[in-house]
């Protein structure tokens, strides 16, 4: 896709009905992602997902796609030792991930993965795993040829594709026409080979903050609410179940 210029079309999920409905899509690519831990576990951080986390969605996940790559989070401490990462990749393997994500430059932890035969995305620019401040990455001189030195490492160590979040567009760019490998952004412009987005930011599923680069395509949190209240009104009137939804 990155040789014929087609844009790789990726977003996160967690569950069954949702893996569906991007499967029957056709979205290329789902992320079984540790935003699981913010947007359905309704953690403060994502640094307090567990591998095990990961495995549970990844198997509805699995359960409910025949169609699109998953790649599923090595989450926050996972992948600390060459032997650890393996493991753990192992088990989200299993589960049914195509690959594994790892956030940050590890070069030899991406070398030993990818030598275990496990396909390995890399993610630079805002690590949230780890990050003290989310703001934009890669505005400085300094800071951008780092993300762009280690964007280089990660692809000869292995990966076959990179996430680029919250940095400039200009740098995403650069990294993109540098590298081989395809880059999917999340707040990187609309120069990366890809584009990912957390499934519930885009469909209006999650109104705890709302960064600039996301942009609702639904806002299924009102539409849930209104249908509910409509729910409660019809039982509290005793409107529903009417004749149709009763068995005589
Ligand atoms: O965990 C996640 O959902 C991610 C995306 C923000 C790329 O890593």
């Known amino acids: 896709m990155k040789s014929t210029g087609e844009k790789i079309v990726a977003l996160t999920a967690y569950d069954y009905p949702m893996a569906q409905i991007l499967s029957q899509s056709q979205v290329d690519l789902i992320l079984v992602g540790d935003t699981l831990g913010v947007v359905v576990l309704g953690y403060d951080t994502t640094s307090k997902v567990t591998v095990s986390d990961i495995v549970h969605h990844t198997k509805a996940v699995a359960r409910g796609n025949d169609f699109c790559l998953i790649v599923a989070d090595l989450p926050y401490g996972s992948y600390t030792t060459e032997k650890l990462a393996i493991e753990n990749a192992r088990l ?41 401040k989310f703001r934009v990455y890669g505005r400085s001189v300094q800071e951008a040829e780092l993300i762009s030195q280690q964007a280089r490492q990660l692809e000869s160590s292995g990966c076959f594709a990179l996430v680029l979040e919250s940095i400039t567009k200009k740098l995403a760019s650069k990294i993109t026409k540098s590298l081989n490998i395809p880059t999917i952004g999340i707040g990187a412009g609309s120069d990366c080979d890809g584009q990912i987005l957390v499934l519930n930011d885009m469909l209006g599923l999650f109104d705890r903050f709302k960064p600039t680069f996301v942009k609702h395509y639904a806002e299924l949190g009102i539409t849930i609410k209104d249908a509910i209240a409509n729910y409660k009104r019809e039982v509290r009137e005793n409107i529903f179940p009417d004749s149709n939804h009763t068995y005589e």
């Open 92 to 132: 989200l393997i299993s589960a049914g991930a195509d690959a594994v994500k790892l956030e940050g430059c590890y070069p030899q932890i991406t070398e030993s993965l990818t030598q275990h035969n496990i396909p390995t995305v890399g993610h630079l620019g805002l690590l949230p795993q780890t990050a003290d």
